[in-house]
């Protein structure tokens, strides 16, 4: 069983990073599907990456170029997985008029206007965001942000239908439904995290991330009847960047 769960982990790294994986781990369609609820502990490895990466350069440079190299090494280990899914779900439903225009944009590798200032958006506020916080808190932020952001991306998979019918896409393998045991050990790693952080900016963060997803899923049960990988990745960013802003939020005295 520990073997098994194994495989699946990292048959997750291997399909959400593009870090090296041993070559016994197997691959079929049955695997990835139960790779799914390892997606936010895949978060934890991304978040992991880029808190080392910005400690380490933290002590040789100012915040903002620590957070900068921080962000790239993420970048770097998911290959922009989620950034590619971020910009081809703006350009869809920025371009689209109806859901087979819509997710014949998404499949497009051309990048549009829509893609390109939502992938302009997203990084800028990444690092705008996490530049703002105490410097203490960033790598924390940056695992619970990774980890969280992965799990609300984990809900749409529990809880929406797959939207496209061809077989050959990549996140075809995923469109099975979570099972609701699944859906909790995944929400248990993307929920860990937020332990780091101290309470009242944990709970107003995750608010904020749970208040984004709604709302995109929202959005593709309108247009598409469902999600799609880009889809994924897009709610992804979106969650991961509420969240830091719920963790900047700060009220009316």
């Not at 069983?1 to 291997?14: H, N, P, Q, T």
């Not at 915040?63 to 899914?85: I, N």
């Not at 944009?105 to 829509?114: A, E, F, L, P, T």
């Amino acid at each position: 069983m520990l073997r098994r769960e194994l495989d699946y982990f990292l048959g997750a790294v291997r399909f959400f990073t593009r870090l090296p994986v041993p070559v016994w781990v197997g691959h079929s369609a049955e695997a990835l599907n139960h790779s799914a609820r390892w997606f936010p502990a895949v978060g934890l490895v991304v978040g992991g990456i880029a808190a080392l990466v910005y400690l380490a350069a933290l002590q040789f440079w100012p915040q903002p170029v620590a957070v900068l190299l921080a962000m790239a090494a993420t970048l770097y280990a998911t290959g922009a997985f989620h950034e590619d899914g971020l910009s081809d779900t703006a350009d869809g439903l920025g371009g689209g008029w109806d859901k087979s225009r819509i997710l014949a944009i998404m499949k497009d590798s051309r990048v549009g206007s829509y893609g390109v200032v939502a992938l302009w958006l997203g990084l800028t506020g990444k690092f705008v965001l996490l530049a703002a916080l105490d410097p203490a808190l960033v790598p924390a932020a940056l695992l619970a942000g990774h980890a969280g952001s992965r799990g609300c991306a984990t809900l749409l998979l529990a809880s929406m239908d797959y939207a496209r019918d061809d077989a050959q896409s990549k996140a075809r393998p995923l469109a099975q439904r979570l099972a609701p045991g699944a859906l909790l050990f995944a929400l248990a790693f993307a929920l860990a995290p937020l332990l780091w952080l101290p309470w009242q900016q944990a709970v107003v963060g995750l608010l904020f991330a749970l208040l984004a997803t709604a709302w995109l899923a929202a959005k593709f049960r309108r247009w598409l009847g469902g999600y799609t990988g880009d889809c994924l990745g897009a709610t992804q960013q979106l969650a991961e960047i509420a969240f830091y802003l719920g963790l900047l939020a700060q009220w009316p005295r």
